[in-house]
């Protein structure tokens, strides 16, 4: 009988862990000594990192402290000093502080509108059918007097025929003397006449009656006013009736402009105030105009004011329905002003430059008012009669805080290193590629700073197969 044997080596009862614990055993005062000597290393270090001398940072500042443009010297104040030849290159203007007329000045859109008082609508006073057509077509021009329609009225056929009647009766008692009746029949006939003046039938179309002893079939509607057809609401053969409009005219020889105001300017602007108005049809040639109605309320949509220009359209380039920009301006009252291009808006503060004299400019803070165009209103600040800096004065105004802005940026650079500040040890960070040269203050060379290690792993054991079972005999 054969026995099963294993045909590996025979295993050891120690095993592979055993053996790799022995290693680390011995391994371990090497670990432990190098892990001693890096921290010793990352101390000394520590304590040898370069200092800031903050006494030689305040001198190096304040030599630093930069003397503006060439030539130019900074005073304390931060007042700019120059020579005449300086203020001649650097284009340097002066204008004064005084009292001046401050107008309202106002600019705003409008759109041109038909004058509404120059609309005149052509409407018959009786019955009838329209027989004639002389003005068939929308836009046509018409005169005063001109004819336009021919009507066909029974009634006013019927009152031509009484007006001849009592014509014949008052020739026929005229020569009759009767008591107690009247010699004469005039006030039938006056009555008769007036009947067709009231129907708008022309004078000279009833003289024609009585001359001729013939009613006349149709009646002409003559145009009230000159202008334009704007609107015709009748055609050839349509019957008619009483008050109903067939055309209306528009004199355009007058225009509005109505435009819209700012809620801000509502106050700005009242009736009789002047107005230039231009259009982009017309370039180059502004119209003049006065406000004629302002609205009394407020839109409360979009919060602005309604207003009225008018303005003469003599030659008739002014269209119903063109853009304008309208500028209105009204005399308001006399203030302490500046040119406004003497002032520099920071956001927070308004800053002019005051001439004090052999050169010295001087920037100043003020309060400002309403700026009309080339004006601004100064509330406080100036005096009148001072000069102050019109043109170039962005230039003075960066140069003048060049000094303290330098100052800020070499006190930001030097004001220590990252080790200085409490809560900042940022280990394993290297400074050494910062290029510090010309920053006053700062070391000329850049030490590495050493980092401190972690401690070193315990090398991982190998692993080893488990041993194979063998299967019992």
Do not use: C
Not at 33 to 54: E, K
Not at 155 to 182: C, H, K
Not at 239 to 253: E, K, N
Not at 393 to 406: A, C, K, P, W
Request: net charge neutral.
């Amino acid at each position: 009988m054969t026995s099963n044997t294993p045909s590996g080596p025979p295993v050891d009862g120690r095993g592979s862990g055993d053996v790799s614990s022995s290693r680390w055993t011995r391994q371990r005062p090497a670990m432990i000594t190098m892990f001693a000597l890096v921290i010793f290393v990352a101390t000394i270090a520590w304590y040898d990192r370069p200092r800031v001398d903050r006494d030689a940072l305040a001198r190096n500042t304040d030599a630093a402290a930069p003397r503006g443009m060439e030539g130019m010297d900074m005073n304390s104040d931060g007042a700019a000093v120059f020579t005449a030849a300086q203020l001649r290159q650097f284009g340097v203007l002066f204008g004064t502080v005084d009292q001046r007329v401050m107008t309202n000045d106002v600019r705003t859109v409008g759109t041109v509108m038909p004058d509404e008082s120059r609309l005149s609508s052509v409407a018959p006073k009786f019955t009838g059918v329209v027989e004639r057509l002389v003005v068939n077509t929308t836009g046509q021009r018409v005169r005063i007097g001109q004819p336009m329609a021919a009507i066909y009225s029974p009634d006013l056929l019927a009152a031509q025929q009484e007006l001849l009647i009592a014509r014949d009766l008052d020739r026929s008692v005229s020569g009759i003397s009767v008591p107690g009746v009247p010699g004469s029949s005039d006030g039938l006939l006056a009555a008769a006449r007036q009947r067709l003046r009231l129907w708008d039938v022309p004078e000279s179309q009833i003289d024609d009656v009585l001359r001729t002893g013939r009613p006349q079939r149709t009646i002409w509607l003559y145009a009230p006013m000159s202008g334009v057809i704007t609107e015709r609401l009748v055609v050839l053969g349509q019957a008619v009736h009483a008050g109903m409009p067939l055309f209306t005219i528009t004199d355009l020889s007058s225009v509005w402009v109505n435009i819209q105001l700012r809620e801000a300017e509502a106050t700005l602007v009242r009736e009789g105030t002047s107005a230039t108005l231009e259009f982009a049809a017309l370039p180059g040639r502004p119209y003049e105009g006065r406000v004629a109605y302002v609205d009394p309320t407020v839109n409360e949509t979009t919060r602005t004011l309604a207003a009225r220009i008018v303005v003469r359209n003599a030659d008739g380039q002014l269209k119903p329905g063109m853009y304008a920009t309208a500028r209105l301006s009204t005399p308001a009252r006399t203030a302490l002003t500046v040119p406004s291009t003497a002032v520099i808006q920071t956001g927070e503060r308004a800053i002019v430059f005051i001439d004090m004299g052999d050169g010295r400019l001087l920037p100043h803070d003020v309060e400002l008012g309403r700026v009309n165009g080339e004006l601004t209103e100064v509330l406080a600040g100036l005096e009148p009669g001072q000069r102050v800096v019109s043109s170039a004065q962005f230039l003075l105004e960066s140069e003048s805080n060049l000094g303290d802005v330098m100052k800020s940026m070499i006190g930001l650079s030097g004001a220590g290193t990252m080790g200085d500040m409490p809560g900042m040890d940022i280990p394993g960070m290297k400074m050494s590629g910062a290029d510090t040269r010309g920053m006053s203050g700062a070391a000329s060379t850049s030490r590495p700073t050493a980092s401190p290690l972690s401690a070193p792993r315990a090398p991982r054991a190998p692993r080893v197969p488990a041993p194979t079972r063998r299967s019992p005999p």
